[in-house]
């Protein structure tokens, strides 16, 4: 099974509310990558994290990176109907490792 | 368009055919993944080529699986005598190799629908 989950699996949201979506490691991550998957589309890359506790901003999108590298967060200020999607995260597990597990997802509907 | 591509968009088989999928990754970049992605699931990492050379092969790739990345350009994926389970989308994608942080480009994917 995955070992980085992410909750919630779905959410809807008003436009103009904020949205949030957390992502939990069993194991230490060396990086997270948050990637944006529309509707019958494929991953799109967002961000990578690398630094524990590191913090960047895209606009209305605010990622953080864990202390302990563990876990990770994304939040939309405002959601507008472009948001709509399933954001996932994905990480290198541990070190000398070369390939990126992904996140369960997270859906985001928006209601206009 | 220097995006990664894939070849089909769409299959549709029956049980027990071989099926042949290719990539053509973002030209300057030398690694190669391929996933693996069911409806409401995250993509499933299946195996990877640093040029030509597979580097890692995912327990999920059973034995009817196989790629290959002859010239370490484009790659193909081939599922042989194809089950229901197989139906998914097949996602490629890219990256070039300058840490082992890099980000990965992915193609449209193949869809894959075994009846």
């Known amino acids: 099974g995955q070992q980085v989950m992410q909750i919630p699996q779905y959410q809807h949201v008003q436009e103009g509310e904020d949205f949030t979506t957390y992502c939990n490691s069993s194991?230490?991550?060396?990086?997270i990558q948050w990637y944006k998957q529309r509707p019958g589309g494929h991953p799109v890359f967002l961000i990578q994290l690398v630094k524990s506790g590191e913090v960047k901003k895209q606009k209305r999108l605010t990622f953080q990176f864990g202390e302990a590298k563990k876990n990770s967060s994304l939040h939309i200020t405002a959601t507008q109907t472009t948001d709509v999607g399933t954001y996932f995260c994905?990480?290198?597990?541990?070190?000398?490792?070369?390939?990126?597990?992904f996140g369960t997802g997270t859906r985001l509907t928006i209601i206009p | 368009d220097t995006g990664v591509s894939q070849d089909p968009r769409h299959k549709i088989t029956k049980r027990g055919q071989n099926v042949t999928f290719r990539c053509d990754p973002i030209?300057?970049?030398?690694?190669l993944y391929w996933y693996r992605q069911t409806l409401g699931q995250g993509p499933e990492f299946l195996t990877y080529?640093?040029?030509?050379?597979?580097?890692?092969k995912s327990r999920l790739l059973s034995d009817r699986f196989s790629a290959e990345r002859p010239k370490g350009s484009f790659s193909t994926l081939e599922i042989q005598r194809t089950e229901q389970g197989d139906s998914a989308m097949y996602l490629c994608?890219?990256?070039?190799?300058?840490?082992?942080?890099?980000?990965?480009?992915f193609g449209p994917g193949t869809r894959l629908l075994v009846l």
């Open positions: 994608a890219s990256t070039i190799d300058r840490t082992l942080q890099e980000t990965q480009y």
């Open positions: 080529f640093q040029n030509e050379a597979q580097l890692e």
């Open positions: 030209s300057e970049h030398n690694r």
């Open positions: 994905a990480g290198i597990l541990g070190f000398g490792n070369e390939k990126l597990t």
């Open positions: 194991t230490t991550l060396s990086n």
